[in-house]
Antibody, heavy 118, light 111 residues
Framework: QVHLVESGGGVVQPGRSLRLSCAASGFTFSSYAMHWVRQAPGKGLEWVAIISSDRSYKYSADSLKGRFTISRDNSKNTLYLQMNSLRLDDTAVYYC???????????WGQGTLVTVSS | NFMLTQPHSVSESPGKTVTISCTASSGSIASNYVVWYQQRPGSAPTAVIYEDNRRPSGVPDRFSGSIDRSTNSASLTISGLTTEDEADYYCQSYDANSHVLFGGGTKLTVL
């Protein structure tokens, strides 16, 4: 069965860092690009970052001003999101997602909640 | 900045047909494919339309998508509405750097 499982969310103070993980199973993780998408409470979807299958290309949304970094370890079938200098408005559910061969974001995790609060 | 604008909410009765629009702020909506996602409360999004008008496997043909170049918009049409269709719907395309861009989302109420 195909699964994406996020972890690492929690409550963090403004200005601190947090690293999210996304464990993949049931498909050839190393063959596909991966994305992070977030959703603030009661708000819409916001694309966060992308990394190519071989890590040669990675990009984070301009609005994040370089605070977030996406990475992956294909030997561990795991995607990461390093979040630095967290702000109150970074509070959101963070989803990992992948096209996994489709022409859209076909696979999604269940999301992990990050709450930035003092 | 390129944006996709959706109505905040729409409502319609069971059995009826509803259309949700997604308007591009600049450039041509037809320059990149549009995807539509359905998101029920507490769940991750799932695609109901991709490449403007194609349905993923398992999505009923009550869901259809189209592009209107004259209004620079994409549309999602759902016919034969049921209460199960009540959800948030998001359009998605790509910005000038070919990165994923979502519309603001539309809450569909079936009453």
């Amino acid at each position: 069965q195909v699964h994406l499982v996020e972890s690492g969310g929690g409550v963090v103070q403004p200005g601190r860092s947090l690293r999210l993980s996304c464990a993949a199973s049931g498909f050839t993780f190393s063959s596909y690009a991966m994305h992070w998408v977030r959703q603030a409470p009661g708000k819409g979807l916001e694309w966060v970052a992308i990394i190519s299958s071989d890590r040669s290309y990675k990009y984070s949304a301009d609005s994040l001003k370089g605070r977030f970094t996406i990475s992956r370890d294909n030997s561990k079938n795991t995607l990461y999101l390093q979040m630095n200098s967290l702000r109150l408005d970074d509070t959101a559910v963070y989803y990992c997602a992948s096209p996994a061969g489709a022409r859209y974001l076909h696979l999604w995790g269940q999301g992990t909640l990050v709450t930035v609060s003092s | 900045n390129f944006m996709l604008t959706q109505p905040h909410s729409v409502s319609e009765s069971p059995g009826k047909t509803v259309t949700i629009s997604c308007t591009a702020s600049s450039g041509s909506i037809a320059s990149n494919y549009v995807v539509w996602y359905q998101q029920r409360p507490g769940s991750a999004p799932t695609a109901v339309i991709y490449e403007d008008n194609r349905r993923p496997s398992g999505v009923p043909d009550r869901f259809s998508g189209s592009i209107d170049r004259s209004t620079n918009s994409a549309s999602l049409t759902i016919s034969g509405l049921t209460t199960e269709d009540e959800a948030d719907y998001y359009c998605q395309s790509y910005d000038a750097n070919s990165h994923v861009l979502f519309g603001g989302g539309t809450k569909l109420t079936v009453l």
